[in-house]
């Protein structure tokens, strides 16, 4: 067995350089290929990457790290927590695996959040006092023994129980004293039995990631954390064990880590800016592994190899071996650099991409335990690339930095919003309980023809605007079918809510292949955000002027809030993202207002993306939190009261910013509620919320059309809550990747339950 892990990742991309596992994915899904064609694909984009790190030259290479959809999901079935309405439905395992992601007939799925501070989401397991635990499924073994027979020994990677727990929801059943983690002292058989069969496998290290750990923990989760790997360590027959902890400062859960049976310790050195100073005082690690995770797994910025080495080779007396390896996972960055062909060359000399990030991983490693003298040549290429980045003119607009500065508390200040709420309604007119929905429609395979067609120059931009003027009144005309009363112009036009803009934006860069997935099938390309951000001219206005000519009722525009871009591009690392929220509030302030100057009486500026920027210390959310909110406010502040502004968030644990949603003053903000049952809405009046909410009765990342029975129960239990006044009737997010024969079929019922509703309320 290795004594040594020796330089590595924590994990790698999984959909495949040109997203060939969405494709396969999907087309299982629509029946058009059979499951041996997806698995076949699986297998081969698993052996490109073990083949890929182990050729790089990296100590030791992860297993387990792909999934066909999420790895919480993956981990709730290896452990047996399939709740038992999924296994009524009498499928094979792999159906009922999709059954909990996507639904199935009348069975919503789980509920999907975000993992961390991310944009990849998760599944959320659910966890009751009666949940049975068992080995039900051996894929961590299984894809171990795959990666033999290519001749790798491979670290399979599992998500370490108290992360499971902490991560899980209670059953609906559970009694309100029960928390998931109760359940530790059952689960760990479990993780030991796996453990046990990985050994025998063959395994020599298994990794057990805890990153729940770099958020604020209690005294009692770090004395179960204590429990759980002095009983794992303990295990007479097992592999070694690496823990790492991710996304911030571990805090007091690195000594309890350090002091633990286990054989090598993780810690993120890019987001966790005083784990340095803590490791030196660890004396537990003296006969411990020390995996330095220096190389950022999060962003695309090329390391600063001098910067780097110099913390490494601080923590050299520290343990009693220091590896180099990744922040996180490289998961949430895309596969390769060198795909990219229209990337401007000398802000391309700035990035690093996964396959750029294992390299240095490799060459740190190499300079840290041979000597810089080794790779020279590299250290030398690699400071050049920084260096140019830090001197370039392009990154600075003096212009946009003078605008900013004089910003001042009144830039972020509406009206009175009772007063606003009056002059609103007497300009738009609306029914109780309004319905629209939240912006994008369906992109058919002819409309992202045609955009394609046009940034090849195979078309003209008269053909083009032809083409998405006609989708634009395919949507008017199918809103007006069903009766909604706000409508949108569905975004036809727009590859992405984030992308888009940084394409119209001054500031940004954006890829071809720089794919990553958000969950399951769906994959973004973050925008790269490399300089000052201005707005050169209107970006939406005339897509909007051209839906309103098509209908008397009003017509959203459709925007990307501040804060929301920021988090799904890829940001400058080079000064306070306060600043460059600020930069990036001012470029769609700027388009808020041609908007209204257009005629446009209903904004909605988006941040579904709010809660997921929150640090994960408590003592760092009121900084973000006021940059965060005044950005917001700064974008949406230049309008008059007459002006109904709308924001949208989806897929977050609300409760912890939720008196930052009351500040965003917000004349409606629409909301995820409808696998969460309207818990949201307990949340909203625990502070008061007096704006208008729509909490989302339609699940739209499921194919399930829902019954007008249960939409109508869904909008009777936010009557509960929420004044009939103030509620809109919405989706929970944009349409776009749904088929129209479905979201006709959806908005349909979700009309007809509105309508059932609105007369109730009048009888």
């Not at 007008?708 to 009939?724: G, N």
């Amino acid at each position: 067995m290795t004594s040594q892990i020796g330089s590595t990742v924590l994990g790698y991309p999984r959909i495949g350089p040109r997203r060939e596992l969405k494709r396969a994915l999907e087309s299982y899904w629509s029946g058009e290929t059979d499951r041996a064609r997806l698995r076949e694909t699986a297998g081969q984009l698993r052996a490109r990457t073990w083949r890929r790190l182990h050729e790089a030259g990296l100590g030791s290479v992860p297993s387990n790290t792909f999934s066909y959809y999420d790895q919480v999901l993956d981990t709730a079935v290896t452990l047996g927590a399939v709740p038992e309405r999924y296994r009524d439905l009498g499928r094979d395992p792999l159906d009922t695996y999709f059954a909990m992601a996507r639904g199935a007939e009348s069975t919503p799925p789980l509920e999907m959040t975000k993992w961390f501070d991310t944009n990849y989401h998760y599944l959320v397991p659910e966890i009751g006092p009666d949940t049975r635990f068992g080995l039900s499924d051996r894929t961590p073994v299984e894809r171990f023994r795959e990666a033999r027979e290519l001749g790798i020994t491979t670290r399979p990677v599992l998500i370490g129980p108290l992360t499971f727990l902490l991560l899980a929801k209670s059953t609906a059943e559970a009694p309100a004293s029960f928390s998931p983690a109760d359940r530790l002292d059952d689960l760990l058989p479990v993780y030991a039995e796996l453990l046990e069969e990985l050994h025998r496998a063959g395994a020599e290290w298994v990794q057990l990631d805890e990153p729940a750990f770099a958020a604020d923990r209690s005294s009692a989760e770090l004395d179960r954390l204590r429990t759980a790997y002095a009983r794992l360590g303990g295990l007479s027959t097992r592999p070694k064990l690496f823990v790492p902890t991710y996304f911030g400062d571990p805090g007091e859960s690195l000594g309890v880590l350090a002091s633990a049976p286990i054989e090598a310790v993780g810690v993120d050195l890019v987001a966790g800016s005083t784990t340095p100073d803590v490791l030196s005082g660890l004396t537990g690690l003296r006969n411990k592994t020390l995996v330095a995770g220096l190389v950022d797994g999060r962003n695309i910025w090329r390391c600063d190899l001098d910067e780097a080495l110099s913390t490494a080779a601080t923590l050299l007396g520290v343990a009693g071996e220091v590896s180099i390896g990744t922040s996180c996972s490289l998961l949430h960055v895309p596969h390769d650099v060198s795909a990219e062909r229209e990337i401007d060359p000398q802000v391309k000399s700035w990035l690093a991409f996964a396959e750029q990030k294992v390299e240095e991983v490799v060459l740190l490693d190499r300079a840290l335990h041979e000597g810089r003298h080794v790779v020279r040549e590299q250290l030398d290429r690699g400071r050049a690339a920084v260096e140019d980045r830090r001197a370039a003119a392009r990154s600075r607009d003096e212009r946009v930095r003078s605008r900013t500065s004089e910003l001042r508390p009144e830039h972020a200040r509406r009206g009175d919003p009772a007063k606003r709420r009056a002059e609103q309604q007497r300009a738009l007119d609306l029914p109780p309980l309004p319905t629209t929905t939240i912006g994008s429609f369906p992109q058919t395979s002819e409309v992202r023809g045609a955009r394609a067609r046009f940034h090849n120059g195979r078309i003209d931009r008269a053909t083009y605007e032809s083409a998405m003027t006609g989708e634009i009144r395919r949507v008017i005309d199918l809103q007006e079918e069903l009766g909604l009363d706000v409508l949108v112009h569905g975004e036809p036009e727009r590859n992405d809510m984030v992308q888009y803009f940084a394409e119209h934006l001054e500031g940004f860069v954006s890829t071809e292949n720089g794919w990553v997935q958000s969950y399951g099938s769906r994959c973004v390309r973050p925008p790269i955000l490399f300089g000052d951000v201005s707005r050169p001219e209107p970006i939406t206005v005339g897509w909007t002027e051209t839906a309103r000519s098509m209908t008397d009722k009003p017509v959203k525009g459709m925007l990307t809030g501040p804060v929301t871009i920021l988090a799904w591009s890829f940001v400058r690392n080079d000064q306070p993202l306060a600043e460059t929220a600020n930069q990036v509030a001012m470029a769609i302030r700027d388009e808020v207002v041609d908007l209204e100057s257009a005629g446009v009486g209903v904004v909605q500026v988006d941040e579904p993306a709010l809660r997921e920027l929150l640090p994960l210390r408590s003592e760092q959310h009121a900084q973000y939190l006021d940059w965060a909110v005044r950005s917001f406010r700064l974008a949406t502040s230049g309008v008059s009261d007459s002006t109904q502004i709308h924001t949208h968030l989806c897929y977050s644990e609300f409760g912890e910013v939720i008196n930052a949603i009351v500040d965003l003053d917000a004349d409606v903000t629409s909301l995820e509620a409808a696998r969460s049952r309207m818990e949201v809405l307990d949340d909203l009046n625990s502070v008061g919320f007096a704006n208008g909410v729509g909490p989302g009765v339609h699940d739209i990342h499921s194919p399930r059309v829902p019954e007008v029975d249960e939409i109508e129960k869904l909008l009777h239990a936010a009557l509960e809550a929420v004044p009939a006044e103030r509620l809109w009737v919405n989706p929970d997010c944009g349409l776009k990747t749904r088929g129209y024969e479905e979201v006709k079929a959806a908005l349909g019922n979700v009309r007809t339950a509105a309508r059932r509703v609105r007369d109730s309320l009048s009888t």
